[in-house]
C-alpha cells in the first residue's frame, strides 16, 4: 500500500487594510490614489479661477466626482433618470450639470442675517431651492459651476462657509439647538464647536480620512444630536467629583451596516473635549480602513478592536494622559426635537418649528427672516430632525409669531405626523436614489392628518422615508422606517415601493436605550399603498396597546401578519 502525505497548508495572509501606521500609506484603492494625489482643499482654486470661468466641460473628472465634495459640491441628478437605471449608469450618463451645494451649519446656529442671505442665495443662485438636513446643514440645488464663487463671498461675507461639508473629512459638528439657552443645559458647547471648527476644519490634519466623519456634541439632557449615529460624540453628563462635562461615544453609523456607538466610559472635560475629539479624529485618520470602501467608516474599527483597546490607544498614542471615568447620560425625559414653544433661561421663548419634511425655499427663509424681525429675534436654530427653532421671542409676541410661522407653514403645534416624519433628498435630485421621497412623505403626512383626524396618539410614531439603502434618513431609527426600493408587479414590470423596517428609536423621552428597527421577511409597500400601510398599522397599534406600551414597544411583540 503505498501512503502518499499532502504538504501542510500554509495559512493565507490577510490581505492589508490600508491603515497607515500598520500598512504604510500606499494607496489600495482609487479614491485613495486622487486624495494622495492632491489634497480636496486644493480644488478651490481651480473651481475659482479655471472652472468657473470655463464652465462645467472644463472641470477635470477626478476633481468633479471626488475632491469638489471637500467644499460641499455634488452633481446632482439629471431629471428623467428612473429609479431602474439607478447603479447601472455611470456619472456621466446620470448627472446633471448643475450641483447640490452644502452650507454647514457647525451647532446649527444662524442669525438673522446669515439667514437672509441663505435665502438671498436660494432665490438668486438655486431656483429657490432649500432644504433643512437632518445635520442640521442648508442644502442647494441647481447651482451652477460659473456661480459658486460669488455664493462663497457672500456666504464668507456673513460668516459662513461650505468648507468640509462633504467628503472624506469632518462634516458638520452637530450640537444641540438649545446651547446656551436652556434653563436645564447641563453645560454650553458652543465654546468647544467653534475651537474645533477653528483649529481643524479645513486644515490637511484631517482633510484625508478613510471616509466620512461625523461629530455631535450636546450638553442638553434630551440628547437632541443623535448621539448613537456619530462616529464621534460628546454627551452632557454631571460627574460626581468633577462636575458638568461630557460622556464620550465612538463608531456609531447607519447606512447598510448599521452600529449604534459605544461608550467608552471616560468623562471629558469641557477644556479637554478639542483635545479628545482630534485623538479620536486621529484614530481614524492613522487606523481606520482605506482598502476598501464599504469598510473604511470608524464603526468597524470599533467593532473589531472593542472599547477596551479603543480607549487605551486613544489615552496612550493621542492624548499622553488617562481620562476619569464617568457616568453615562440620564433618561431624557423631554422630546429632542424642541418643537413648540418654550421658556428659555433668560426669561424669553423660543419656538421649534416644523417644515415640511426639512423642505423650505429661499422665499420662504426670507419671510421667516422678516418675522424675526418684526419682533426683535436675531437667532435661529437648525435641528438634526429637520426642524427650525426661533430664538429670544418675548412672553407677549409668543402667539403673534406662532401664527406668522403657520401661515409659512412652518408649524410650532404640528400633528404627531409632521412633527415626526423625516425624509432625504430623493430621486429627485440624488444620483443614488432609486424612489421619490420628499414629495410622497409630504402627501403621506397630508393623507394621515386627514384619516386619523381626532384619533389621539400616545406620542408621536416617527416615519423616516428614504430614496435607498443608505439611510441619509435613518430609516433603522424609526418607529417606521422605509427603505426605497422597485418593487416586482403582478404583470410582471416594477413600481416604486419601500423596504419597511419596525420599531427603532434613539433614545428619548419613550425609550431608555436605542434599538435598531427590525424587518419582517417580506414585508415591503408599493410607494401608493403607502399611507393605507401607515393608517392600517396605527389602528392596530392602538387597538391592540396595553397599559402605556409605545409603538416600538407594540412592534417588537406582534404578530407577523398585524404588522403586514
Not at 29 to 50: C, M, S
Not at 56 to 65: E, M, N, R
Not at 326 to 349: C, L
Not at 422 to 435: H, P
Amino acid at each position: 500500500m503505498t501512503q502518499t502525505t499532502r504538504a501542510p497548508r500554509t495559512a493565507r495572509k490577510a490581505k492589508p487594510e490600508g491603515q497607515w501606521k500598520v500598512d504604510g500609506r500606499e494607496p489600495l484603492n482609487p479614491n485613495e490614489v486622487f486624495k494622495q494625489a492632491d489634497d480636496g482643499l486644493n480644488v478651490r482654486t481651480r473651481i475659482e479661477e479655471v472652472y468657473a470661468e470655463h464652465g462645467f466641460a472644463s472641470i477635470d473628472p477626478t476633481d468633479l466626482h471626488g475632491r469638489f465634495r471637500w467644499w460641499g459640491l455634488y452633481t446632482q441628478r439629471r431629471p428623467g433618470i428612473d429609479g431602474g437605471r439607478t447603479g447601472k449608469l455611470t456619472d456621466a450618463e446620470i448627472e446633471d450639470e448643475y450641483f447640490m451645494m452644502r452650507v454647514r451649519l457647525d451647532g446649527g446656529a444662524l442669525t438673522r442675517a446669515q439667514l437672509r442671505v441663505l435665502g438671498q442665495i436660494s432665490a438668486e443662485f438655486a431656483r429657490d431651492s432649500a432644504d433643512v438636513t437632518d445635520r442640521q446643514n442648508i442644502q442647494y440645488h441647481w447651482i451652477r459651476i460659473e456661480d459658486v464663487p460669488e455664493i462663497w463671498r457672500r456666504l464668507e461675507e456673513v460668516g459662513l462657509d461650505t468648507t468640509e461639508a462633504c467628503g472624506d473629512v469632518p462634516r458638520v459638528l452637530l450640537g444641540s439647538p438649545l446651547a446656551g439657552i436652556a434653563a436645564d443645559e447641563i453645560i454650553d458647547p458652543t465654546p468647544v464647536i467653534e475651537q474645533i471648527k477653528r483649529e481643524h476644519i479645513g486644515s490637511p490634519e484631517f482633510s484625508n480620512l478613510p471616509r466620512k466623519y461625523k461629530t455631535a456634541i450636546t450638553g442638553h439632557p434630551s440628547l437632541d444630536v443623535v448621539h448613537e449615529i456619530n462616529d464621534c460624540a460628546f454627551v452632557g453628563v454631571v460627574h460626581p467629583e468633577l462636575g458638568p462635562g461630557y460622556d464620550l461615544w465612538v463608531g456609531g453609523a447607519l447606512s447598510v451596516v448599521p452600529f449604534l456607538g459605544k461608550r467608552l466610559g471616560a468623562f471629558v472635560t469641557q477644556e479637554q473635549v478639542p483635545a479628545v475629539w482630534a485623538g479620536v479624529t486621529g484614530i481614524f485618520r492613522d487606523y481606520g480602513y482605506r482598502r476598501l470602501r464599504n469598510r473604511a467608516r470608524l464603526k468597524f474599527l470599533v467593532q473589531d478592536w472593542g472599547t477596551e483597546k479603543f480607549r487605551q490607544v486613544l489615552e496612550d498614542e493621542y492624548l499622553g494622559h488617562a481620562l476619569a471615568d464617568g457616568p453615562a447620560p440620564a433618561r431624557s425625559a423631554v422630546p429632542g426635537d424642541h418643537v413648540g414653544v418654550h421658556r428659555q433661561k433668560d426669561g424669553r421663548y423660543y419656538i421649534g418649528v416644523a417644515p415640511r419634511v426639512g423642505r423650505v425655499s429661499g422665499q420662504k427663509l426670507l419671510a421667516l427672516a422678516d418675522v424675526m424681525a418684526r419682533y426683535g429675534s436675531d437667532r435661529l436654530r437648525t435641528t438634526p430632525h429637520q426642524k427650525l427653532v426661533v430664538l429670544d421671542v418675548e412672553e407677549a409676541d409668543v402667539e403673534a409669531v406662532v401664527a406668522e410661522l403657520e401661515a409659512l407653514d412652518l408649524q410650532a403645534r404640528p400633528s404627531a405626523f409632521r412633527r415626526s416624519t423625516v425624509a432625504c433628498t430623493g430621486i429627485e435630485y440624488c444620483k443614488l436614489a432609486i424612489v421619490e421621497t420628499k414629495r410622497t412623505a409630504s402627501e403621506t403626512i397630508d393623507e394621515l392628518e386627514r384619516r386619523l383626524e381626532g384619533v389621539e396618539l400616545p406620542h408621536p410614531i416617527s416615519l423616516h422615508v428614504n430614496g435607498c439603502p443608505n439611510s441619509c434618513a435613518r430609516i433603522q431609527t424609526a418607529d417606521i422606517g422605509l427603505k426605497g426600493q422597485l418593487l416586482p408587479t403582478d404583470d410582471g414590470g416594477q413600481k416604486p415601493g419601500y423596504q419597511v423596517h419596525l420599531g427603532g428609536g434613539l433614545t428619548d423621552d419613550t425609550r431608555a436605550e436605542a434599538e435598531l428597527g427590525r424587518t419582517v421577511r417580506g414585508l415591503k409597500v408599493y410607494q401608493d399603498d403607502l399611507a393605507d400601510y401607515v393608517e392600517r398599522l396605527v389602528r392596530r397599534f392602538l387597538d391592540q396597546r396595553t397599559g402605556e406600551e409605545t409603538f416600538a414597544e407594540w412592534t417588537r411583540r406582534a404578530d407577523e401578519e398585524d404588522l403586514a
